[in-house]
């Protein structure tokens, strides 16, 4: 079955330093891959997206992911953490018939 | 211009109680999704509609669910005889393509927040 998992609940940071989120995924199939980002009372919203074309995705707010198929991965980064990057992040996968799979999701707090 | 709204932003009612759940998805938007999140989980699809018809409801988890879409735009979600285990945010998306499409993004709205005592 397609699953995809997030490594960390949490994961806090100080501002001004990387950001790392993981990501793995089971598929037998090269599958669409996706980060959302979810601010309190606010919609999701779409960071970056892998879709087999280039490996290195970049997105929005300075944001990137890549693609290993070797480690079956799809890791979150970004080189220096933000105060207003404080949110829970999603990891989402898509079957090749167009259904999502979520991820259980990651807060991600950065202390000043 | 304008996002996905959903209304209410909150709802509380009581164990037994029928409620509905309205999607105002993006103008144009012929894709539409609901999705349910419980608390410390990421969502959980439910439904998925392609213009008026529900492509695939195998996420509903019991007939006391139902969703329409009768004019492909706005759409409903309805659950009958509601129970304490329904609590949670119902999230609604939509995107201008089929799910089918590679890389298709979803664009969500702020979810209802259901509450059943």
């Known amino acids: 079955a397609q699953s995809v998992t997030q490594l960390d609940s949490h994961v806090s940071v100080s501002e001004g330093t990387p950001v790392l989120l993981r990501c793995n995924y089971s598929?037998?199939?090269?599958?669409?891959l996706f980060w959302y980002v979810q601010h309190p009372n606010k919609g999701l919203q779409l960071l970056l997206k892998?879709?087999?074309?280039?490996?290195l995705v970049k997105g929005i707010n300075g944001f990137e992911a890549e693609f290993k198929k070797s480690e079956t991965s799809f890791h979150l980064t970004k080189p220096s953490a933000h105060m207003s990057d404080a949110a829970e992040y999603f990891c989402?996968?898509?079957?090749?018939?167009?259904?999502?799979?979520f991820g259980d999701g990651t807060t991600l707090t950065v202390k000043p | 211009g304008a996002g996905v709204s959903q209304t209410p932003s909150n709802k509380v009612t009581e164990k037994g109680k029928y409620v509905e759940l309205r999607c105002d998805p993006i103008?144009?938007?012929?894709?539409l999704y609901w999705y349910r999140q419980s608390l410390g989980q990421g969502p959980e699809f439910l439904i998925y509609?392609?213009?008026?018809?529900?492509?695939?409801d195998s996420g509903l988890p019991n007939d006391r669910f139902f969703a329409v879409r009768p004019e492909g735009s706005v759409s409903t979600l309805k659950i009958q005889r509601t129970e304490r285990g329904d609590s949670a945010v119902y999230l609604c998306?939509?995107?201008?393509?089929?799910?089918?499409?590679?890389?298709?993004?979803?664009?969500f709205g702020p979810g209802t927040r259901l509450t059943v005592l």
């Open positions: 998306a939509s995107s201008p393509l089929a799910r089918t499409s590679a890389g298709n993004e979803q664009f």
């Open positions: 598929s037998s199939y090269s599958p669409s």
């Open positions: 989402v996968f898509n079957t090749n018939a167009g259904k999502s799979t």
């Open positions: 103008s144009g938007h012929t894709a």
């Open positions: 892998y879709t087999s074309a280039a490996t």
């Open positions: 509609f392609q213009g008026t018809g529900a492509a695939d």
